[in-house]
Nanobody, 124 residues
């Protein structure tokens, strides 16, 4: 499956952005999807994930209550709605896919497919 992330940009603290990740090449509905981010000088970290059925979602503590992940299987797209953005949310955001479920949605190694990343910059 090929993944294309978009929707990043520059926003002031307290603002919102919605990231999109369009998938192609395989049956999208069979893949669980995740969002990760990587800030300069830091390791890539888990942000959010949604199961292939869409019934389960997972969030990092740092974004819980502010970010929301969803999917539209008819459009082969997963979204990350980001509200109340903070400067520490600044990072390159990557979408990732893993076939069916996984024992650990938060682990990078569980995902076999990655998009190219989209930059999110939050100014104070």
């Amino acid at each position: 499956v090929q993944l294309q992330a978009s929707g990043g940009g520059l926003v002031q603290a307290g603002g919102s952005l919605r990231l999109s990740c369009a998938a192609s090449g395989r049956t999208f509905s069979g893949y669980s999807m995740g969002w990760f981010r990587q800030a300069p000088g830091k390791e890539r970290e888990f942000v959010a994930a949604i199961s292939y059925s869409g019934r389960s979602t997972y969030y990092a503590d740092s974004v819980k209550g502010r970010f929301s992940i969803s999917r539209d299987n008819a459009k082969n797209t997963v979204y990350l709605q980001m509200n109340s953005l903070k400067p520490e949310d600044t990072a390159v955001y990557y979408c990732a896919a893993t076939f069916r479920g996984t024992n650990s949605y938060t682990e990078r190694s569980e995902y076999g497919y990655w998009g190219q990343g989209t930059q999110v910059t939050v100014s104070s």
